[in-house]
């Protein structure tokens, strides 16, 4: 019998996402329980490394712009947080569209006898085409990979057959509503099909609340921070998930005469609020014990190293380094300062029989980043590290557990985390971002903000003259600031004091104390790096060699209230 009455493709849409809810947090128990994908951030992973640079560069943009616009927290963990909602949602749009499309063709070869087998059957495709996904991108699942592939094409198999069972229902509510209708002119099939969708809803809403929620109590039982690290425990080795070792106390410049303007971010940078930026929605989890450092290539013969014997082996280097995100905008937050302890890399690379015919190392990484690295840049600068230590701990999970590489003067885009392979190569070649659109040699701009103008801290001097303390930051990479100046409303340039720095690799606090005047005034600021070469002035995005321009900060200060009775 031909049906009359058929599920639409909006009824299709919405049993999409009935089904596809529960997946996703059943999915994420599993990950949970036995480390095994969770399929939306592999999917988005997925669709983040084949999409063109351009577009995710505009997609960036946007949700840094809603970030600040709607001030929604530090920008590289809003933004985290935002890619794992994006994950979601990809996730759920894609089984929206799998159920339009499924009952669709459906309806077009007129079936429902053998609709679940074709639903299962179209689930281990979906399941088969997840499979590839999960060998390119995840780098999380702890379960044996055998297993992983398996239970991926089992759970999009069921997923399948559960579209099917549910046309099939659907179908057959129209076949008696047809026969009802025949014999007594009346018909029940849309109150029928309205109660069967809300039982659906209603299982579906259980499952996936019974899901979210045990997975949310298993993964309390975790670190909120640090999960799965397992690091060589060497004497003296410090916990990998303590706090911030290094104390006002302790850094270098403790004795400096000025003091940063009221207001000023933190001169160094605790590493719970150290910007992360990366490829991947969650970053790799890597077992230190078993980790080693590939280094094969055009060496005399392959090298396998491990964590401890790059810790115990070399003598280890500390170096107070500011290091910023490529993608940061005038004045952002993605940049900080730190401790970081490694080897440095070119007594590693005396150890590794390099040929003569090679020119620049590959740098590959758990998350499948990449990156070149010139050899005679390694050989002629002693700051160059691997590093596996800051603020005195192994480097977090979130931050390049167990070693990523510091490259003075270089944006961020040039120095991977995570690093599992090192390959000697005979010439340069684009590394994961210079592919996608971004510059070549990341070299560091240099910049300056203004992060306060402290009205709320206004000093007093003997002669009754009334200070107010502006201040910030300048950074011009390992090329160092030698001045920064400040310009109130139309005025002319003044020069600001500089803080001692941290080191040569680190930003530089400067303060300038303005004589207080009520009303509306604009506040700008200017560097010169350590060659007294004046920053750029041109407005410029960061797309692809990085922002410049002047940070200008308006304000309004208001008449100070009198003190007298």
Same mark, same amino acid.
């Given at each position: 019998?031909? =049906?009359?009455?058929?599920?639409?493709?909006?009824?299709?849409?919405?049993?999409?996402?009935?089904?596809?809810?529960?997946?996703?947090?059943?999915?994420?128990?599993?990950?949970? /329980?036995?480390?095994?994908?969770?399929?939306?951030?592999?999917?988005?992973?997925?669709?983040?490394?084949?999409?063109?640079?351009?577009?995710?560069?505009?997609?960036?943009? @946007?949700?840094?712009?809603?970030?600040?616009?709607?001030?929604?927290?530090?920008?590289?963990?809003?933004?985290?947080?935002?890619?794992?909602?994006?994950? !979601?949602?990809?996730?759920?749009?894609?089984?929206?569209?799998?159920?339009?499309?499924?009952?669709?063709?459906?309806?077009?070869?007129?079936?429902?006898?053998?609709?679940? /087998?074709?639903?299962?059957?179209?689930?281990?495709?979906?399941?088969?085409?997840?499979?590839?996904?999960?060998?390119?991108?995840?780098?999380?699942?702890?379960?044996?990979?055998?297993?992983?592939?398996?239970?991926?094409?089992?759970?999009? @198999?069921?997923?399948?057959?559960?579209?099917?069972? %549910?046309?099939?229902? =659907?179908?057959?509510?129209?076949?008696?509503?047809?026969?009802?209708?025949?014999?007594?002119?009346?018909?029940?099939?849309?109150?029928?099909?309205?109660?069967?969708?809300?039982?659906?809803?209603?299982?579906?809403?259980?499952?996936?609340?019974?899901?979210?929620?045990?997975?949310?109590?298993?993964?309390?039982?975790?670190?909120?921070?640090?999960?799965?690290?397992?690091?060589?425990?060497?004497?003296?080795?410090?916990?990998?998930?303590?706090?911030?070792?290094?104390?006002?106390?302790?850094?270098?410049?403790?004795?400096?005469?000025?003091?940063?303007?009221?207001?000023?971010?933190?001169?160094?940078?605790?590493?719970?609020?150290?910007?992360? %930026?990366?490829?991947? @929605?969650?970053?790799?989890?890597?077992?230190?014990?078993?980790?080693?450092?590939?280094?094969?290539?055009?060496?005399?013969?392959?090298?396998?190293?491990?964590? @401890?014997? /790059?810790?115990?082996?070399?003598?280890?280097?500390?170096?107070?380094?500011?290091?910023?995100?490529?993608?940061?905008?005038?004045?952002?937050?993605?940049?900080?300062?730190?401790?970081?302890?490694?080897?440095?890399?070119?007594?590693?690379?005396?150890?590794?029989? =390099?040929?003569?015919?090679?020119?620049?190392?590959?740098?590959?990484?758990?998350?499948?980043?990449?990156?070149?690295?010139?050899?005679?840049?390694?050989?002629?600068?002693?700051?160059?590290?691997?590093?596996?230590?800051?603020?005195?701990?192994? !480097?977090?999970?979130?931050?390049?557990?167990?070693?990523?590489?510091?490259?003075?003067?270089?944006?961020?885009?040039?120095?991977?985390?995570?690093?599992?392979?090192?390959?000697?190569?005979?010439?340069?070649?684009?590394?994961?971002?210079?592919?996608?659109?971004?510059?070549?040699?990341?070299?560091?701009?240099?910049?300056?903000?203004?992060?306060?103008?402290?009205?709320?801290?206004?000093?007093?001097?003997?002669?009754?003259?009334?200070?107010?303390?502006?201040?910030?930051?300048?950074?011009?990479?390992?090329?160092?600031?030698?001045?920064?100046?400040?310009?109130?409303?139309?005025?002319?340039?003044?020069?600001?004091?500089?803080?001692?720095?941290?080191?040569?690799?680190?930003?530089?606090?400067?303060?300038?104390?303005?004589?207080?005047?009520?009303?509306?005034?604009?506040?700008?600021?200017?560097?010169?790096?350590?060659?007294?070469? /004046?920053?750029?002035?041109?407005?410029?995005?960061?797309?692809?060699?990085?922002?410049?321009?002047?940070?200008?900060?308006?304000?309004?200060?208001?008449?100070?209230?009198?003190?007298?009775?």
């Amino acid at each position: 019998m031909e =049906l009359s009455k058929k599920p639409s493709i909006i009824i299709g849409a919405l049993v999409g996402a009935l089904i596809t809810a529960p997946f996703i947090a059943l999915s994420f128990l599993a990950d949970q /329980l036995a480390g095994l994908p969770f399929f939306p951030f592999d999917l988005f992973d997925w669709v983040g490394r084949n999409t063109p640079g351009e577009i995710i560069t505009k997609v960036i943009d @946007t949700m840094v712009t809603a970030i600040e616009t709607f001030k929604l927290g530090e920008t590289s963990s809003a933004a985290k947080t935002a890619e794992q909602l994006m994950a !979601l949602g990809m996730m759920m749009s894609f089984g929206i569209v799998v159920g339009a499309i499924f009952f669709g063709v459906l309806n077009r070869i007129n079936t429902k006898q053998r609709s679940n /087998l074709i639903g299962g059957i179209v689930g281990a495709l979906i399941g088969i085409a997840f499979v590839f996904i999960f060998n390119e991108v995840n780098n999380t699942a702890s379960a044996d990979e055998g297993l992983s592939q398996v239970w991926i094409v089992l759970a999009f @198999t069921v997923w399948g057959v559960a579209f099917g069972w %549910i046309y099939s229902d =659907l179908s057959d509510f129209a076949e008696k509503s047809d026969e009802k209708e025949k014999a007594d002119g009346n018909t029940s099939y849309q109150l029928d099909r309205r109660r069967f969708l809300v039982n659906v809803g209603g299982a579906t809403a259980t499952l996936t609340v019974l899901g979210a929620g045990l997975s949310l109590l298993l993964n309390n039982d975790a670190d909120p921070v640090e999960t799965a690290v397992i690091v060589p425990d060497p004497e003296g080795t410090p916990d990998p998930n303590a706090g911030s070792q290094t104390v006002q106390n302790d850094l270098p410049n403790a004795g400096a005469s000025l003091e940063p303007a009221p207001g000023t971010r933190p001169e160094y940078t605790p590493l719970e609020n150290h910007y992360r %930026i990366d490829i991947s @929605t969650r970053p790799p989890v890597i077992d230190g014990e078993e980790w080693r450092l590939n280094i094969a290539g055009l060496v005399a013969a392959p090298l396998a190293m491990s964590l @401890t014997q /790059l810790m115990s082996d070399y003598e280890p280097v500390d170096q107070f380094v500011t290091i910023s995100c490529i993608s940061n905008r005038l004045a952002g937050s993605l940049i900080s300062t730190t401790r970081w302890t490694g080897v440095q890399f070119n007594q590693l690379i005396e150890d590794w029989d =390099l040929s003569p015919d090679a020119t620049h190392l590959r740098i590959s990484s758990a998350d499948n980043f990449d990156e070149y690295v010139s050899l005679d840049l390694i050989r002629n600068d002693d700051r160059v590290l691997l590093a596996y230590m800051w603020d005195g701990q192994p !480097l977090r999970e979130r931050h390049g557990f167990p070693v990523r590489v510091y490259i003075p003067d270089h944006y961020g885009m040039k120095q991977p985390k995570w690093i599992t392979n090192i390959e000697a190569v005979e010439s340069w070649d684009e590394g994961y971002w210079v592919r996608r659109g971004w510059s070549r040699d990341a070299i560091v701009n240099t910049t300056s903000v203004i992060d306060t103008v402290a009205a709320d801290s206004i000093v007093a001097q003997d002669d009754g003259a009334l200070l107010v303390p502006i201040g910030g930051i300048a950074y011009a990479g390992a090329k160092q600031i030698s001045k920064v100046e400040v310009q109130v409303d139309e005025g002319d340039w003044q020069e600001a004091e500089l803080r001692e720095p941290l080191s040569e690799l680190t930003w530089r606090v400067w303060r300038y104390d303005w004589a207080f005047e009520a009303g509306d005034h604009s506040f700008r600021v200017r560097a010169y790096d350590g060659a007294g070469e /004046l920053q750029s002035l041109e407005s410029r995005g960061t797309r692809p060699d990085g922002a410049t321009g002047v940070h200008e900060l308006e304000q309004d200060l208001q008449p100070l209230e009198s003190t007298e009775s």
